[in-house]
Nanobody, 115 residues
Framework: VQLVESGGGLVQPGGSLRLSCSASGFTFSNYPMSWYRQAPGKERELVAAITSAGDSTNYADSVKGRFTISRDNAKSTVQLQMNSLKPEDTAVYYC?????????WGQGTQVTVSS
C-alpha cells in the first residue's frame, strides 16, 4: 500500500497550491479519503474529507470557501486545491485512506505560506 503526496512548496500569502495524492496497493474507490495537516508544535488536524464515490465532502471551518477536495477514482488520486492561502496554513499535509479499521497514511508534503 502506498499513498504519495505531491504539490507542496513555498507560496506567498493569497496564493494557491494544488496538492495531489496518488494511491496504490488497495481498492481506492472503496475508501473515503481525507487530507490532514500538522503544523510545528500542533496536533494533526482534519482539513477536508470526501466520500468513496466523491458525492459528499466536508471541511474544517478554517478552510471552508478556500480549499476544495476532489478525487478521480479512475486514476486513484485525490486532490486538494488550496486558494487564498494564509501563513497559518503552513504545515505538513498528509492524505489518508480509511475504511473501517484499515487506515493508510502518506508521508506528507510541506506547504509553507510566507512572503
Amino acid at each position: 500500500v502506498q499513498l504519495v503526496e505531491s504539490g507542496g512548496g513555498l507560496v506567498q500569502p493569497g496564493g494557491s497550491l494544488r496538492l495531489s495524492c496518488s494511491a496504490s496497493g488497495f481498492t481506492f474507490s472503496n475508501y473515503p479519503m481525507s487530507w490532514y495537516r500538522q503544523a510545528p508544535g500542533k496536533e494533526r488536524e482534519l482539513v477536508a474529507a470526501i466520500t468513496s464515490a466523491g458525492d459528499s465532502t466536508n471541511y474544517a471551518d478554517s478552510v471552508k470557501g478556500r480549499f476544495t477536495i476532489s478525487r478521480d477514482n479512475a486514476k486513484s488520486t485525490v486532490q486538494l486545491q488550496m486558494n487564498s492561502l494564509k501563513p497559518e496554513d503552513t504545515a505538513v499535509y498528509y492524505c489518508r485512506a480509511r475504511r473501517l479499521l484499515q487506515i493508510y497514511w502518506g508521508q506528507g508534503t510541506q506547504v509553507t505560506v510566507s512572503s
